[in-house]
Nanobody, 117 residues
Framework: QVQLVESGGGLVQPGGSLKLSCAAS????????MNWYRQAPGKEREFVAF???????NYADSVKGRFTISRDNAKNTVYLQMNSLKAEDTAVYYC???????????WGQGTRVTVSS
């Protein structure tokens, strides 16, 4: 059974930091492209960052320089370190695992991040 379980969300003040985790199971994690997406209230879900199986990364312009995605294949976990948080980063953050060669596209249940003073 495939599972993606996000954790680490919460309430933080502007300028603060949070680190999200996504623990994966039930598929070959090390071969998956791992993504973070987010959905703010009343908005479409949007791409935040990805990391490939070889460690290549890419970020949305809105988070570049502030967020860092990383993975630990030994722990089947992907992380999102978020620094210098802004009110506009408030959203539910979703972990996604993508294995295009196998037609796999898995989603977690999301973790809420609220940036507010």
């Amino acid at each position: 059974q495939v599972q993606l379980v996000e954790s680490g969300g919460g309430l933080v003040q502007p300028g603060g930091s949070l680190k999200l985790s996504c623990a994966a199971s039930g598929f070959a994690f090390s071969s998956a492209i791992m993504n973070w997406y987010r959905q703010a209230p009343g908005k479409e879900r949007e791409f935040v960052a990805f990391i490939t199986s070889t460690g290549d990364t890419n970020y949305a312009d809105s988070v570049k320089g502030r967020f860092t995605i990383s993975r630990d294949n030994a722990k089947n976990t992907v992380y999102l370190q978020m620094n210098s948080l802004k009110a506009e980063d408030t959203a539910v953050y979703y972990c996604n695992a993508y294995r295009p060669s196998f037609g796999n596209n898995y989603w977690g249940q999301g973790t809420r991040v609220t940036v507010s003073s």
